[in-house]
Nanobody, 115 residues
Framework: QVKLVESGGGLVQAGGSLRLSCATPGMIFSGNTMNWYRQAPGKLRELVAGISSGGMTNYADSVKGRFTISLDNAKNTVLLQMNSLKPEDTAVYYC?????????WGQGTQVTVSS
C-alpha cells in the first residue's frame, strides 16, 4: 500500500520561502515519477512539478525558476523548495504518484502567501 504524508506548509509573506516534504514510507522511487500538485479554492488541481527516479524534472511555467523538486533517497522523501513565493501560490499542495495505473495522493498541506 502506498502512503504519502506531506508536511512543511504554513503562512509566509510574499517573497518568502517554504520547503514542503512528502514522506513515502517503504516506497522505492525506482521506476516511479513523483509529483507535487496544488489546488486553490475554486480552481482545478494542477501539476506543479514532477521528478523521475532518474532525476529528470518538469515544472509548471508559473513556478519555473522559483520552485525546485528533489528526491532524498536515503529518507524516502520528496522535497519541494519554494522561493520567491507569490500570493497566487496560495493553495493546498498534494504529493502524488501513479503506480500500475492507480493514482495515490497525500492528505495535502496548506500554503498561504500573504501580500
Amino acid at each position: 500500500q502506498v502512503k504519502l504524508v506531506e508536511s512543511g506548509g504554513g503562512l509566509v509573506q510574499a517573497g518568502g520561502s517554504l520547503r514542503l516534504s512528502c514522506a513515502t514510507p517503504g516506497m522505492i522511487f525506482s521506476g516511479n515519477t513523483m509529483n507535487w500538485y496544488r489546488q486553490a479554492p475554486g480552481k482545478l488541481r494542477e501539476l506543479v512539478a514532477g521528478i523521475s527516479s532518474g532525476g529528470m524534472t518538469n515544472y509548471a511555467d508559473s513556478v519555473k525558476g522559483r520552485f525546485t523538486i528533489s528526491l532524498d533517497n536515503a529518507k524516502n522523501t520528496v522535497l519541494l523548495q519554494m522561493n520567491s513565493l507569490k500570493p497566487e501560490d496560495t493553495a493546498v499542495y498534494y504529493c502524488n504518484v501513479v503506480r500500475s495505473g492507480l493514482w495515490y495522493w497525500g492528505q495535502g498541506t496548506q500554503v498561504t502567501v500573504s501580500s
